[in-house]
């Protein structure tokens, strides 16, 4: 049987109609923090692109969910080989911030005088430091400077110092200088902008298109779903064998695995109104965040097989009446990349919280997904987030290759009353594609 390339199946187009897309993308940690590397190989080498005059490249980024959004990075096409996505320092030189305090008291020394910055987070060096308030953030209030007691860097929240100052020469106390109706309160400092996230467990996709002319003054680019991907848990490309092993299992959860909808966790977006400033924590029983303090909470759902369940149900009873426990191990695929913040929803309507993963690696290509699933009790709020009916939908999220099949749907059993001639096995595109070759 001879071996399947080592490329992506677009890349055995011939005769294109738009460009395809570099090969070898790779990405790696700059070993700094929040700097990602990225590299390719030239879009020119492959044949098929000799037709198209290509400019450069375009790099997208996508946080928690390899299927989007994706956002370019850059503004004009890559020409070069590499590109790094890293955290970029900017400053502002003087920012009005007279309306922007969130706590603001009287002039007692009692109060507590809190604004907040337009732009963050907010750099403070040294990362950690203490008495460097002053270093980082530069107050001033109608032209006479204030001190800083305090800088939240990722909120960009800032305090005034309500202390006061003692004058050493004339030996006495000076009062602080605060706000009064009218001032105007500038602050000067410096701020991180379009950097990758570097929460834990981040995990951040790349896709990377070819830009070409297309002879009459305007561009044509790489379809994003053709585009070459890659990840920052991937450590190198999955080479042809263990591609092959890979696919061996996809086979296999198929035909004897459990087909369940995830929805995956967000971690980055618009924060939701039900955040508290005061604990720094959201409402758990919001319906607009579902308890993750960013507005739609989960991104999802998509179809994934598991491998069976094959553990015990019970009934427990604790002081907080019956409930119903169900855990076991289970494993998947490479992809989706899951992680412990996400939840399945099985086929009855059950739902399961993931999980610690492990991911079974070679050399740091990612071959499988282990974890345990935990059955999610009726009242928790990740039952209130919706399973939308793809029927319903103009452009359905779930597709079939063939009406009435495919992976999304419920596995069925042999029936006896099928005569053999006329019984259809094997119809899935797994197992078309499996027995194709």
Same mark, same amino acid.
């Given at each position: ?9 677009? +890349? ?24 990602? !590397? ?7 080498? +492959? ?86 308030? !002053? ?25 005034? !110092? ?75 490309? +999955? ?15 198929? $035909? ?52 069976? !369940? ?59 997904? $282990? ?63 499996? $027995?194709?070759?």
């Amino acid at each position: 049987m001879p071996s399947p390339p080592d490329r992506p199946p677009n +890349i055995l187009e011939v005769d294109p109609a738009l460009p395809l897309p570099p090969l070898s993308l790779t990405c790696a940690s700059g070993f700094d923090q929040g700097t990602v !590397d990225l590299w390719w190989s030239t879009p020119d080498v +492959i044949s098929a692109n000799t037709k198209f005059d290509i400019v450069g490249v375009n790099v997208y980024r996508s946080f928690d969910s390899e299927f989007g959004p994706y956002h370019r990075m850059n503004a004009v096409p890559v020409q070069a080989n590499f590109w790094r996505d890293r955290t970029r320092v900017r400053a502002i030189l003087q920012e009005d911030v007279s309306r922007s305090f969130s706590a603001s008291g009287p002039t007692d020394p009692a109060s507590r005088w809190i604004f907040r910055t337009s732009r963050r987070p907010v750099v403070i060096q040294p990362s950690g430091g203490t008495g460097c308030a !002053d270093m980082n953030v530069f107050v001033t209030i109608d032209g006479v400077h204030v001190p800083v007691f305090s800088i939240s860097s990722a909120d960009g929240e800032v305090e005034l !110092d309500r202390r006061g100052v003692f004058d050493v020469a004339s030996q006495t106390f000076e009062p602080p200088v605060l706000p009064t109706p009218g001032s105007v309160v500038l602050a000067s400092y410096r701020f991180l902008e379009e950097g990758p996230s570097t929460s834990l467990y981040q995990r951040v996709f790349y896709r990377v298109s070819t830009v070409a002319s297309d002879g009459q003054g305007g561009l044509v680019e790489t379809p994003l779903a053709k585009a070459s991907q890659t990840n920052t848990h991937e450590v190198e490309k +999955i080479d042809w064998i263990w591609r092959e092993a890979v696919r061996r299992n996809r086979f296999i959860l198929h $035909h004897g695995g459990e087909r369940v909808k995830v929805f995956i966790r967000k971690a980055v977006g618009s924060r939701c109104g039900c955040f508290s400033e005061t604990n720094r924590q959201p409402a758990s029983d919001c319906l607009v965040c579902y308890g993750t303090g960013i507005i739609g909470g989960y991104d999802g759902p998509y179809d994934v097989v598991v491998a069976p !369940d094959d553990s015990e149900k019970a009934i427990a009873q604790s002081n907080r009446g019956r409930s119903f426990t169900h855990s076991y191990e289970t494993w998947t695929g490479p992809n989706p990349l899951l992680s412990q913040r996400d939840f399945v929803v099985k086929l009855n309507g059950d739902r399961y919280g993931i999980g610690p993963v492990r991911m079974p690696t070679n050399r740091g290509m990612q071959l499988q997904q $282990h974890f345990s699933v935990s059955h999610l009790d009726e009242g928790d709020i990740r039952y209130k987030v919706r399973v939308l009916d793809t029927s319903t939908l103009v452009v359905p999220q779930t597709r079939y290759l063939e009406p009435g099949r495919g992976d999304a749907i419920p596995m069925t059993t042999d029936r006896e009353a099928i005569p053999d001639e006329r019984e259809i096995r094997g119809r899935n595109p797994v197992f078309e594609n499996y $027995h194709r070759r």
